[in-house]
């Protein structure tokens, strides 16, 4: 069985900075695509996760345009581990954020989410 566990998330104050961890655990072959989502509390009941950032195997990253300059996504291969810098946090960026990995266990490529973890950011 895959899991993926996020970490690092809680009550912050705009302007602070945090990191999220996000580990894939289990049978695991390879690991494609990395990326976080967030859920802000709006959209909880249309369940709209919205993409954040996105990185490949290669390094290769891609962020949506309201977190540019302030998200860094990166990952640790060997550990199965991505994360996500989070820098002069606004109040805005409240949301639960979940990671998503594009994995292969058992032959099969499949898609993985985390159980979130909630950023909350008072101005």
């Known amino acids: 069985q895959v899991q993926l566990v996020e970490s690092g998330g809680g009550l912050m104050q705009a302007g602070e900075s945090l990191r999220l961890s996000c580990v894939a655990s289990?049978?695991?072959?390879?690991?494609?695509?990395m990326a976080w989502y967030r859920q802000a509390p709006g959209n909880q009941r249309d369940l709209v996760r919205d993409l954040v950032a996105t990185i490949t195997t290669g390094g290769t990253t891609s962020y949506r345009d309201s977190v540019k300059g302030r998200f860094t996504i990166s990952r640790d291969n060997a550990l199965n581990t991505a994360y996500l810098q989070v820098n002069s946090l606004k109040p805005e960026d409240t949301a639960v954020y979940y990671c998503?990995?594009?994995?292969?266990?058992?032959?099969?490529?499949?898609?993985?989410w985390g159980q979130g973890t909630q950023v909350t950011v008072s101005s």
């Open positions: 289990g049978r695991i072959s390879s690991i494609n695509n």
């Open positions: 998503y990995a594009r994995i292969m266990s058992r032959g099969s490529w499949s898609d993985y």
